[in-house]
């Protein structure tokens, strides 16, 4: 699953994990912060004191972690967002190294139960639940990298038939967009995919449109001042929920065998674009047609 239906809106799940995490990890702290300790009664409002202190360390150990992870992140992939400075700042590229934030937000929190021996045993106990609950959620409800591209058929808008995803593929590492013409964030983007469509020889990019007519796909084409190719009707919009993405845009990176290796729901912008790419063209199969 990559993204949480509400209503009209989809939000991408790994943020809300996230944060329901940093919450449980919170209120468990802060709850067993709160038991009478030994001098408390000098102190009527120590066990106040601790249960504050024990949230503000999860507060801090979260930002740090969110901080260090866009960090490393952004430097691994520094060519790519050096042409594009804007988008160190545009998180919506999900660009995030996870064992730097971890690491950053357990150092945080080892520090404070150094610093602080009455806070050890709650941030022990609030670190250990919400790193079981993220991971655990993580891993049950996210995609799995190597998970298969889906075998659905669709029909291809220049008149070639009907084939499945795999077919179109044609062998070669895949990006797989799925769009709709009435959906803002995909127009945004989309220039930016023709564009890497046009110079990426050895990648083969899938639009997949989701649930509109080929009357109204060729028109929203025909509008734009670029050429768009490989475009799938999928009028079941069925691929979605093949790949667990209620909302759009969703972009899916397969390797020239077919499996997952990326998956990122909303806009992408040209650095994460870039270093996604990178992943694919190093595949075995990245330099043939």
Request: hydrophobic share 55%.
């Amino acid at each position: 699953m990559l993204a949480i239906s509400l209503g009209p809106l989809a939000l991408p799940l790994p943020p809300l994990l996230l944060l329901g995490a940093v919450l449980t990890a919170q209120w468990l702290a802060s709850r067993l912060a709160r038991r009478p300790q030994a001098g408390d009664g000098a102190l009527p409002d120590g066990a106040a004191r601790r249960a504050a202190q024990a949230g503000d360390a999860f507060t801090t150990a979260a930002l740090l972690g969110l901080l260090a992870a866009r960090g490393a992140y952004v430097t691994l992939h520094a060519d790519a967002y050096f042409a594009a400075p804007w988008s160190v700042i545009d998180v919506r590229d999900g660009g995030w190294h996870a064992g730097a934030g971890l690491a950053a937000g357990l150092g945080w929190l080892a520090w404070r139960a150094w610093r602080r021996p009455a806070l050890r045993r709650a941030l022990a106990a609030g670190a250990t639940a919400g790193a079981l609950l993220w991971f655990g959620l993580h891993a049950a409800l996210t995609p799995a990298r190597g998970t298969p591209m889906p075998a659905l058929e669709v029909a291809a808008l220049d008149g070639a038939g009907r084939l499945t995803l795999p077919q179109a593929a044609q062998g070669l590492p895949a990006v797989v967009v799925l769009w709709a013409s009435w959906c803002a964030p995909c127009r945004e983007e989309m220039p930016l995919l023709a564009a890497a469509q046009a110079r990426e020889a050895g990648l083969r990019f899938l639009f997949v449109n989701q649930g509109e007519s080929e009357a109204t796909v060729r028109r929203y084409l025909a509008g734009l001042p670029y050429a768009v190719q490989n475009v799938l009707l999928d009028a079941a919009s069925a691929l979605g929920p093949a790949v667990g993405s209620p909302g759009l845009p969703t972009t899916l990176f397969y390797d020239a065998a077919g499996r997952q290796v990326e998956a990122h729901f909303g806009v992408l912008n040209a650095a994460a674009l870039e270093s996604r790419l990178l992943t694919l063209r190093r595949g075995p199969m990245a330099t043939a047609r």
